[in-house]
């Protein structure tokens, strides 16, 4: 069975732009959750969709947003991009909204130049 | 607020054993670990929660003190495999799946 699937898997930006990452969970899997990986840092959480809602939001600004769609497959906006949000960016699947194993994808490497 | 982990790095010989430790100071119901390699994602290894369900992979255990709100991840006779950085990822009570993740325990497994 293929696992969480993410692309682009690299990608350069400049400063100001926009970005949209995608994502595909593993197949039954309902609920979709992004994090925010700096170097040295654990997975700090961004958002968590769950049948298509959202159902939780980690303390990032308004320029991230994300969506899901009727396949459970979800995207990632980050607008006006800093040199900060530099980082890789992991998408992770489950198959309720609580209590259960996240599975990471293999992540978008995201640099702001 | 993120878990803690100890020790933050350590060096262990092929054959040798390690615990790694994580502490939180909120109720949880859930702890979650993963090994990291180098410019790869993070990988399930562990799962344990309230009330004593732990879900896991064949040569690692853990055990969750629910009271005191620690969980321990033991590494038997390593491998130069289990060489990364291990995350402790903690759950609390509520309406959403959110796993808080410590800055994790850099493990270096030499022959």
């Known amino acids: 069975d293929a696992g969480v699937t993410q692309s682009p898997t690299h990608l350069i930006k400049t400063r100001g732009q926009h970005v949209t990452l995608r994502c595909s969970p593993i197949?039954?899997?309902?609920?979709v959750s992004w994090y925010q990986q700096v170097l040295g840092q654990g997975p700090q959480f961004i958002f968590q969709?769950?049948?298509?809602?959202?159902?939780g939001r980690g303390n990032f600004p308004d320029r991230f947003s994300a969506r899901q769609f009727p396949n459970y497959s979800s995207e990632l906006n980050v607008n006006a991009l800093l040199l900060g949000d530099s980082a890789l960016y992991l998408c992770?699947?489950?198959?309720?909204?609580?209590?259960?194993?996240?599975?990471f994808g293999e992540g978008s490497w995201l640099t702001v130049v | 607020q993120q878990p803690v982990q100890s020790p933050q790095a350590v060096i262990l010989r092929e054959g040798e054993d390690a615990v790694i430790n994580c502490s939180s100071s909120?109720?949880?119901?859930?702890v979650h670990w993963y090994r990291q390699k180098h410019g790869e994602a993070p990988v399930f290894l562990m799962i344990?929660?309230?009330?004593?369900e732990q879900k896991g992979h064949e040569k690692i255990s853990a055990s969750f003190n629910e009271k005191k709100q620690q969980s321990s991840l033991y590494l038997t006779a390593s491998q130069l495999s289990y060489s990364g950085t291990y995350f402790c990822?903690?759950?609390?009570?509520?309406?959403?799946?959110?796993?808080?993740f410590g800055i994790g325990t850099k493990l270096q497994v030499i022959p």
């Open positions: 992770a699947s489950s198959l309720a909204d609580r209590g259960n194993t996240i599975y």
């Open positions: 197949s039954g899997h309902k609920s």
């Open positions: 969709y769950y049948e298509k809602e959202e159902r």
């Open positions: 909120k109720a949880l119901y859930s």
């Open positions: 344990l929660l309230k009330g004593g």
């Open positions: 990822g903690t759950g609390v009570s509520g309406g959403y799946q959110k796993v808080t």
